[in-house]
């Protein structure tokens, strides 16, 4: 079920909660102890089995990846500039084949044996492999098993899908696969994370984290620049702190990601706050309770317009 988010304000060190007044609402309509207003949260939106079978299609495509960039020729390899991202660094990207995960293409009309994906090698922090996927370039699995068997069966969440796209029997959706892989630093392993960032405009109205493998943390800052994506330019001044720390520490809130879970951004939290992916050790504590990660963290994050 959607339910209360907790958030906990990092420099004040107080729980807040955001209170739903309406749940069928899609997006909450004031700001809440100044909670960015806009996040639902779906726990145990996919089963363990599901979970399991999910994790399975995405190291697949992974082991797809990672062999390509270790045998590939290099002097064939196209890498291309990103022209519009959502990090102020400039990243590249290159453009991958991959076999089409799927337990039931005997079943899908049209069924494509191969998409190609765009794969970003370390997007804003060492460990952390992005996966970009649009168009018809989706892997199947997703489609089936998570967006239209799970996503647009549930109430609240096809509800808030439906407000927030142009024509609901027509939606284009984008895909982004998130590897977050262990590093060493100082003799100490961590596991990536991904600076702070707005996603783009062309990803939709909302953007949706499916967690799997291992929990993590998410946090979130306000921000008055309006800035999408990276556009290459010779005067970026508004930009530069872009991914900044600096300034009041009581306007970052942060909040646990699950395994199984869903969170959802809309409204306010999705255009009008920062997030970003905290690197944390393989144990970590959030609100006096410690963690652990057993195996690398991913995500599927969803956007729709």
């Given at each position: ?139 199947q699995f997703i489609i089936n098993d ?57 990803n939709g109205n909302i953007t949706g ?84 990660r057993e195996q690398p963290r991913m ?7």
């Open positions: 079920m959607l339910k209360q988010h907790k958030l906990l304000g990092k420099g004040l060190k107080i729980n807040r909660t955001v209170r739903f007044r309406n749940y069928s609402a899609f997006a909450v309509q004031e700001n809440v102890c100044g909670i960015p207003p806009g996040i639902y949260k779906v726990d145990n939106f996919i089963t363990t089995q599901e979970h399991d079978d999910f994790c399975t299609q995405l190291r697949n495509i992974q082991s797809q990846i990672d062999d390509y960039i270790k045998n590939y020729d290099p002097s064939k390899k196209d890498i291309y500039i990103s022209q519009h991202h959502n990090l102020t660094s400039q990243e590249s990207f290159q453009k991958v084949k991959v076999t089409n995960p799927t337990s039931t293409k005997n079943q899908i009309e049209n069924y494509q044996e191969h998409i190609y994906v765009e794969v970003f090698e370390k997007y804003g922090e060492e460990g952390h492999v992005l996966v970009y996927c649009r168009n018809k370039n989706i892997p998570i967006i239209e068997k799970k996503m647009l069966q549930n109430d609240k969440v096809r509800e808030i899908i439906n407000q927030n796209v142009r024509n609901q029997q027509n939606i284009d959706w984008k895909i982004t696969l998130n590897y977050y892989n262990p590093i060493e630093r100082n003799n100490l392993v961590e596991y990536a994370g991904f600076p702070f960032h707005r996603d783009i405009a062309s984290i499916l967690t799997l493998g291992s929990p993590g943390l998410i946090e979130f800052k306000r921000t008055e620049v309006e800035y999408d994506g990276f556009k290459p330019k010779e005067e970026q001044s508004k930009e530069k702190n872009y991914n900044s720390h600096e300034g009041d520490c009581s306007n970052i809130y942060r909040t646990l990601l699950d395994v199984n879970s869903l969170l959802i951004l809309s409204g306010e939290s999705r255009w009008n706050y920062l997030h970003r992916v905290v690197p944390t050790a393989k144990e970590f504590e959030f609100e006096g309770k410690i963690y652990k995500t599927i994050v969803f956007g729709c317009k």
